[in-house]
T-cell receptor, first 114, second 116 residues
């Protein structure tokens, strides 16, 4: 029978081009938003975070944008390289009585075309 | 530090058997998270601990699942009895409190569980 699974959004980008990965969230109480990268056979790896009171943060080749009005988060990767091919997850940290809960979105598969 | 260490890396067991997954967090980290990753549900948070105390186990699917953290350097996730639908990759992660400016959670390599 046909297997049913999560329909991971996919994005294919030519090597050297910029890529933008998007994420929508629903909880306005999130304190931090974080992007993780997961390569095949490995655990997720932290890329960059942004606090909820910010709207932009830059790292090395990566920029995260946060639009709280429409509850939207994006990750921009500049000058993509083959090593950027992976599944990218947005995640959020929600604080509750001093405890921080880390939960993940569904992920986007990015493929860099050589 | 060697990072978060999980064992075993792979586990194949028969339905009905007890399975115990192990995790050693990074020394000094206060938080420990257990996640399950499947094609059907993605990366699900099962339970997390703060200073060895279970804080939120609302993601634990059934009473067949239990998790413990007897000390700051060790945690277990147990499934008893196991079922084929428990087949997944189970990840453990640890972190410092974000309030200290460190939001990064460090993940182990995962345990791939197959229940036949």
């Amino acid at each position: 029978g046909e297997s049913v699974g999560l329909h991971l959004p996919t994005l294919s980008v030519q090597e050297g081009d910029n890529s933008i990965i998007n994420c929508a969230y629903s909880n306005s109480a999130s304190d931090y938003f974080i992007w993780y990268k997961q390569e095949s056979g490995k655990g997720p790896q932290f890329i960059i975070d942004i606090r909820s009171n910010m709207d932009k943060r830059q790292g090395q080749r990566v920029t995260v944008l946060l639009n709280k009005t429409v509850k939207h988060l994006s990750l921009q990767i500049a000058a993509t390289q083959p090593g950027d091919s992976a599944v990218y997850f947005c995640a959020e940290i929600i604080s509750n009585f001093g405890n921080e809960k880390l939960t993940f979105g569904t992920g986007t598969r990015l493929t860099i075309i050589p | 530090d060697a990072g978060v260490i999980q064992s075993p890396r792979h586990e194949v067991t028969e339905m009905g058997q007890e399975v115990t997954l192990r995790c050693k967090p990074i020394s000094g980290h206060d938080y420990l998270f257990w996640y399950r990753q499947t094609m059907m549900r993605g990366l699900e948070l099962l339970i997390y601990f703060n200073n060895n105390v279970p804080i939120d186990d609302s993601g634990m699917p059934e009473d067949r699942f239990s998790a413990k953290m007897p000390n700051a350097s060790f945690s277990t996730l147990k499934i008893q009895p196991s079922e084929p639908r428990d087949s997944a990759v189970y990840f453990c992660a640890s972190s410092s409190p974000p309030g200290q400016g460190a939001t990064e959670a460090f993940f182990g390599q995962g345990t791939r569980l197959t229940v036949v």
